[in-house]
């Protein structure tokens, strides 16, 4: 599990394309130390395990269904990333519960500025349009945030200064895809409401 607070901007440091999947390594000199075999680290929102590591980095394989279902097949070396490793019980729930899965990909439809934070909307997939609600949680290349507004698939963020400086997206232009999570309790209540009598 995640909370969608960046902790640190890593940088894709290898690319290796095995059969349909891939091998990648991420690099972060510092905020990496102490990363252990086996550890959890979302990666743009993408949750990947650790299978190798040293004090700057990690090395993770991305199987064929995560570079079909995120933007890491789109993914270059050299390309910034956003990192957090996972909740831990003394971590602080500063954002909302993510889990790291992404349910599917969006795209930058419009950005502006308003006044020192920057307004961007994004066109979410329509399957995914009907769990996302003005003033709920979103989680957008790992990165927490509420919904300012909602026209159909189409919605609304406002990214402070602070989140600008310290995450991916004060560089996502009109056009770019993203990662999206949406709220986890929705996706479990909408489940929960159509399996009524389907089980004993």
């Not at 899965?101 to 969006?106: I, K, S």
């Not at 399957?127 to 979103?138: D, F, Q, T």
Request: glycine share 12%.
């Amino acid at each position: 599990m995640f909370t969608g607070i960046i902790e640190a901007l890593g940088r894709i440091d290898d690319i290796q394309r095995i059969g349909g999947d891939a091998r990648m390594r991420f690099t972060a000199p510092g905020y990496l130390a102490g990363v252990r075999i086996g550890d959890s680290i979302a990666v743009n929102g993408c949750c990947l395990t650790a299978i190798a590591c040293d004090a700057d980095g990690f090395t993770a394989d991305l199987s064929a269904e995560t570079l079909a279902l995120t933007t890491a097949g789109d993914w270059v070396r050299g390309e910034r990333v956003n990192l957090e490793r996972a909740l831990t019980p003394e971590k602080p729930l500063g954002g909302h519960i993510v889990s790291g899965h992404v349910d599917g990909t969006g795209c930058v439809v419009a950005r502006h500025e308003d006044a020192r934070s920057w307004r961007l909307r994004f066109e979410a997939p329509r399957a995914l349009a009907r769990y996302i609600a003005r003033k709920g949680s979103i989680c957008i290349d790992g990165v927490s945030l509420t919904v300012n507004e909602v026209e159909g698939a189409v919605f609304g963020v406002n990214i402070i200064p602070h989140t600008l400086q310290q995450t991916t997206l004060g560089e996502r232009a009109v056009g770019d895809r993203v990662n999206l999570e949406v709220d986890l309790i929705a996706r479990y209540l909408e489940r929960l409401l159509q399996g009524r009598g389907d089980v004993d």
